[in-house]
């Protein structure tokens, strides 16, 4: 049996007047994946995201949480409760306290009892704002109010987490604090789906990412198949010996291609289609070959590159 | 947090229950049980009733002072008119200059009053009483022949006859006790008895007035006291009417301050979008709106619970049952449940940012002024109890508790006003206390499930209608049940154009609020038009019946039938009860222009707001409304425009398409606004159809 399907989307279409901010997107997303949404500013992004927490009706199409249909004129309690969604600008209540907040969402999501203050200590642990519990939210910094969005959106436990732009705006010790919480949730075993502007961030943490682009959903992909369909990979190459020799030994590899040779510094820079073993073997033949290396390493496009070499416009 | 903190003292774990039952109600409790906003609902319900009752008190007529007391003779009397003696009958008097005149008319006694007094020979003046009827004539005083000369005198003859007879007593003063023993003679005639002397004794007496006084059947001056030191008190009035002003003030409270703070509370979360997270949770809508409503204005209620202890010992005091009671707590409560929903609602409609600030103070101002029209409407600040409305604008008072207080008048003046408060007029029935309850409570409950049903639906998605289809057929035939069948209730030809006038008032309020709530948004209809073919089979209704039962397509269909159903009904209505007057073809002919204008125009201005909501412009709502209400009035004004402009230019046109001219101009007009309304719908079917094109078909069109 293959993995679980989390979230299934079939001919997603929305527009707003008679613009299309989503057209006929069929997205598949695993369970326990994070799943990054990439893509310019008014792809679709925002809309995706509200549309699967059931914030907004597709104007086409269906929406399947773990299998079963979502509709969001007539929204299922239970089916809801499977979700938490954290939009982009999420206000709070200022005049209560952290645990006040949060107690109230609990008992919104039904939690009763014990399991609700249970539930409570834990989210605070997961976002590191036990201490913050009696604070006034009006009194936190951005990057704690950041954390006790987060922890309000899976005080109940949801099994798929929106997050739009989670981290915008945040120094990078807070990002960072905030990868290690979603980290966490992933542990939890919850399908989380993100869209951010920080590619690094998204990269360190996907699985899985989507791209949109004018509404279209044009990738949907692991992002290891992103990386091998898309990126590219240098081999890096110092030898104190001579580079024409160096470039020689490389020529029987069909992997090694695009070879730039700089024999002032002894370097060789060369596109390489090949995985891991394949990049073994060079160096084991260039060993054997007896070539004095100094330097090998082998270097791959970042997601942002990757992002940009596609090709990416504004829509207008 | 001092009242929240008392909260959770008394019962933590009921507390917690409340919280797990309705968390929003728990929340806006945490928000506003606090030190401050519970000291100021304790103290301005403490000062509030405090005010009320000094000014009560200081409304009661106090002890009896000096500048309060007036000479009189013990009994009064009241004089009728002059009348002529039988000649038999006529005396001989002689004057003070020694003249003698033979008397031929003299004054009747009409009535005699026994005021208690507050000093005199009230034996003496008992005596008096005894040899005393009403019919004797008076011939003299002091032995002075009784004479008037000028007409002042003979118009206010009891009032001039008692003055002179207070004049012959010297003027006394009640503190020092003097002159008691005066007395003045009258001398009396009886037709069958001779002359007569009767001498009345000197007394003092209050001529205080006060609503709080008891007082004889004279009505001259407050009762006092059997030791004269106080006036008699009606207590049961006084502490009616300290009811009434309690009462007021809890429903302008209510409505005022009530409808305020859920107004703002929900622009406040609109601000903030914090609704729409409450929105996301798997919470019914009902749960979390039931908890706006009574969580939000909690200090209100703390203020008001405060005052029910006062406000039930004055109801006890003024003799009113428990029952009572709570029957008037009934009614207001469900009539405030109705303006809160429909404040909630509208709040949730409102999307403007500038709308949002003021529409708190807007619903409030609009709230109490229609409170302030009934509590006028209905006379109550007079104390009259009784309701001034007939036909089918009787409907109006079922919208105000401030109606219960028509049967809460004080029980004195119930007896004045022949027991209406038991029986109340209500058209033609006359309904008592507890149908009245029910009848309102029932009416409440109505609206309570309408406007619910609105908020519930507006709450989950902010452009779905208001209502569906399949209810407002539904609602059209109640709505005009009950205005056609208030105003049958009082049908009568003479008061025919009052009738009419308050079923189309009242028509058209009602028709504005559904058309309003069955309209869909720009974009749904566009969405509608585009993908409504793509829907799979199985859910997708034909057409007709899309356009009728469906709340995503076009509503006109819907709004038309609506319409026709009403106009069957009221043309029905009026040719039962009125049918003898279209005797003549004119009259019919007249009769179906006026019903074809008035129902014309309002789908005309349906359809017309419906073309402007698909044109894509900004400030929709505004030209949504405006274009609504100039269509509306359109070929009415049209129509008298140029009715006048003939009698003006052309008064020598007397006939017009074989019929009078007036006749003539409105079947003309009738006939363009048939055409401009079939062009307008061509229109409005074009906009559909371009709606519906794809990208693909645009591109090729090249309409966009």
Known sequence: ?316 | MLGFQLLQTLGAQGVDRLGDWNPQLLREWKGRLKRFPVLAAIGISLLVQGVLMLSSVSMLPGPVVSKDLVVSTYPQFRWDGIAALDSALQPEVTLPDGQTLTLTSSILVERLDQQSPIGGDLAAGEQALQQLQIGDRLIAINGEPVIFNTDDERQQLSFHVNQRITNQLSPISVDSGQGFRDSVELTLLRPDQELFMVSLPRITLTNHHNRYCLYGDSYQGCDVTPDGQFYQIDWRKWYGDGFWAITVAMVFSLMGIGVFLLGSNLAEEKRRGTLNFIRLSPRSAANILAGKLLGVPVCLYLAIALALPLHGFLGLGAGYSIGHGLGLYGAIASQTVVFYLAALLVSLCITHPMLLGLQPWLMAAGVTLFQWIVLVALELPWGLPHIDASGAWLWSVFFSPLVSLAYFAPLTDAAYYEKVVDNLALGLFRINFAEYTVLTVLHAMGWTYLLGQASVRRFRQATRPLLPRALSYGLTLGVMAVLLGLTETDANAYYLDEHLTAIVCLFLVYFTLLTLSLVCDRQTLQDWARFRHTRPKHIRMALWKDLLWGEESSPLLAIALNLLMATILFVGWFFWNYGDRMDTPEALQVFALIVAMAVGSLFFATLASQVVLLLPRKKNGFWFGATSSISAVAFPCLTALLVIAQAEFYPHITTLLGMESELGLFTLTVGLMAMVTTGLGFCHYRQLAISGRSELQHLLKGAS
């Open chain 1, 1 to 316: 049996m293959g993995t679980a399907t989390a979230i299934r989307t079939q001919s997603l279409t929305k527009r707003f007047d008679r613009a299309l901010a989503l057209r006929s997107v069929d997205l598949e997303i695993e369970a326990g994946a994070i799943y990054g949404l990439i893509g310019p500013n008014g792809a679709g992004k925002t809309t995706l995201l509200r549309l699967l927490a059931m914030a907004e009706s597709p104007t086409v199409g269906e929406i399947y949480l773990n299998g079963e249909k979502l509709d969001s004129r007539h929204p299922n309690p239970r089916l809801q409760r499977q979700i938490g969604y954290l939009p982009d600008d999420f206000p709070l209540y200022e005049d209560l306290t952290v645990w006040d907040y949060l107690d109230y969402f609990a008992r919104l999501y039904h939690l009763q009892g014990k399991a609700r203050i249970n539930s409570i200590h834990d989210v605070l642990e997961l976002v590191n704002l036990p201490h913050k519990r009696h604070s006034l939210i009006t009194q936190l910094s951005r990057g704690m109010k950041q954390r006790l969005g987060l922890a309000r959106t899976v005080i109940h436990t949801p099994t798929v987490l929106l997050l739009d732009e989670p981290v915008s705006g945040l120094d990078p010790i807070a990002r960072q604090d905030f990868r290690q919480a979603i980290r966490n949730l992933q542990g939890l075993g919850i399908t989380v789906v993100i869209s951010s502007h920080v590619l690094s961030d998204l990269a360190e943490l996907c699985t899985a990412v989507g791209i949109l682009e004018f509404g279209y959903l044009v990738e949907n992909t692991s992002l290891a198949s992103l990386y091998q369909k898309l990126g590219q990979q240098k081999l890096v190459m110092g030898t104190r010996g001579s580079v024409a020799d160096l470039q020689a030994a490389l020529e029987p590899f069909k992997t090694i291609t695009d070879i730039q040779a700089d024999p002032a510094s002894g370097q060789i820079q060369a596109q390489f289609s090949g995985d891991a073993d394949q990049a073994a073997e060079v160096l084991r033949s260039l060993v054997e070959a007896r070539i004095p290396l100094y330097d090998f390493h082998c270097t791959q496009d970042s997601l942002e590159e990757i992002f940009v070499k596609i090709g990416h416009t504004q829509p207008t």
